[in-house]
């Protein structure tokens, strides 16, 4: 099933600005918590709808300014665990929930907060997304492989997946490219062009790796130390 167009969000949202992490829906990040606004920022979620939006920092913003300027589209996540550390600072996993979209900060200190508002996928026939959901998970398999038992398990994973909107928020998320380049993905609302991107990145980076391979292949085999 797509991302619920049903599902509930407040008004408003405190928003824990990244320099290199999106929040996919349907998906897990884990973040260390430590500067103390934001561990004031994370007992208040707690307090409250355990709701905190990730927004990704523009490039070229200052990475520890609290009114560093951010994207509008972000992932609106649920803490899921909190585990504590003896120094007073955490590691929390969100759970991804909902793209929204940040209509204007109404607060930036002690930590940012924020209007925001639920942005839906605009979905197409289901054969058509079926077919890109097949097309994305066979590159996916092939640039992943099976290197050892996390990818063994993940691609089982998405190939057991039938809602092709998940299937494409699990592989952005794993996928180890530019942060900027998986914004790009966030904001596409439209699922067929998201799917038809994601592939032709899965392509892209499925041709990088096949170039490093050959040069490897072509590499001398015994090199000595000088």
């Not at 609290?66 to 550390?85: C, E, F, I, N, Q």
């Not at 026939?125 to 050892?148: H, K, W």
């Not at 952005?172 to 990145?201: C, I, M, W």
């Amino acid at each position: 099933m797509p991302e619920s167009p049903r599902i509930w969000i407040p008004a408003r949202s405190a928003v824990f600005p990244l320099p290199d992490s999106i929040l996919f829906p349907n998906t897990l990040l884990q973040l260390f918590i430590f500067e103390p606004h934001y561990r004031l920022m994370l007992e208040d979620c707690l307090r409250g709808d355990s709701l905190i939006t990730v927004a990704l920092m523009r490039k070229g913003a200052p990475k520890s300014l609290l009114d560093a300027p951010t994207y509008a589209v972000a992932g609106l996540g649920r803490v899921t665990t909190v585990m504590r550390l003896p120094d007073s600072t955490s590691r929390i996993f969100l759970g991804g929930i909902a793209r929204v979209a940040i209509r204007r900060y109404t607060q930036r200190r002690p930590y940012p907060i924020a209007e925001i508002e639920l942005l839906e996928s605009r979905l197409a026939e289901p054969g058509r997304l079926d077919a890109c959901r097949l097309r994305i998970v066979s590159l996916f398999r092939a640039l992943v492989g099976d290197r050892d038992d996390a990818a063994r398990g993940f691609i089982a994973l998405i190939e057991e997946m039938k809602d092709p909107e998940i299937t494409a928020n699990l592989i952005a998320a794993g996928l180890n490219v530019d942060s900027h380049v998986k914004q790009r993905l966030l904001e596409t609302l439209d699922l067929p062009e998201r799917l038809e991107r994601l592939a032709r990145l899965l392509e892209e980076q499925l041709q990088h790796a096949r170039v490093i391979r050959r040069i490897l292949a072509r590499a001398p085999q015994n090199v000595q130390d000088n």
